[in-house]
């Protein structure tokens, strides 16, 4: 889920994508894509504001793609939309290259070749901190998209703490399912 958080010294927007999801094979109904829009604007707004925007993974509904192709009956991307979002932000993402799944390897790929050159920054989150102020943005290693062994990758934990407080983003870790990814969290 997309999340804008501000701090006194940085504006972060934490997974900027949307998308709809496929069901029995029919296209999405006329209110899902009316859904769509406004989720669209949403973040296009809130990007507008981020200095910071982060993807914890590479599915759809947590990063703007920045292709048109058949999946955006789906997402409504385009690279003109990903651009909006993403230049001049610095952006810290998923690693595209390891403890990635094909699918998200080649969207992850895609994404940084696009867009690298127009963002301010293009930089790989997996376990590592990064400082704005007094602010520290950290990243987890890659923990499994649910279970171990899922087909559906891996994605990052991210943590924002200042002064004292701490807010933790668990994207798509479906619980947690396993121990060791429960244990980052605690």
């Known amino acids: 889920m997309c999340t804008l958080v501000e701090t006194p010294d940085v504006s972060i927007l934490i997974d900027a994508g949307a998308s709809l999801g496929r069901r029995f094979g029919l296209l999405p109904h006329p209110k899902e894509y009316e859904a769509l829009r406004q989720a669209r604007s949403a973040i296009a707004q809130a990007a507008s ?3 910071i925007i982060t993807a914890s993974h590479y599915h759809y509904d947590h990063y703007t793609a920045a292709w048109s192709n058949v999946d955006a009956i789906w997402t409504w991307s385009s690279r003109d939309e990903a651009e909006r979002i993403y230049s001049d932000k610095i952006l810290l993402v998923k690693d595209w290259r ?16 696009i867009i690298k050159d127009s963002s301010r920054q293009f930089l790989v989150a997996d376990g590592q901190s990064f400082r704005a102020g007094d602010t520290v943005i950290s990243f987890s290693r890659p923990v499994p998209h649910g279970e171990e062994d899922t087909q559906l990758g891996w994605t990052l934990i991210t943590t924002i703490s200042r002064d004292g407080g701490t807010l933790v983003h668990a994207s798509d870790i479906q619980g947690p399912i396993l121990d060791s990814t429960a244990k980052l969290l605690l």
């Open 98 to 113: 390891k403890d990635v799944n094909p699918s998200q390897r080649k969207r992850g790929w895609i994404f940084q070749e």
């Open 49 to 51: 504001s981020a200095h």
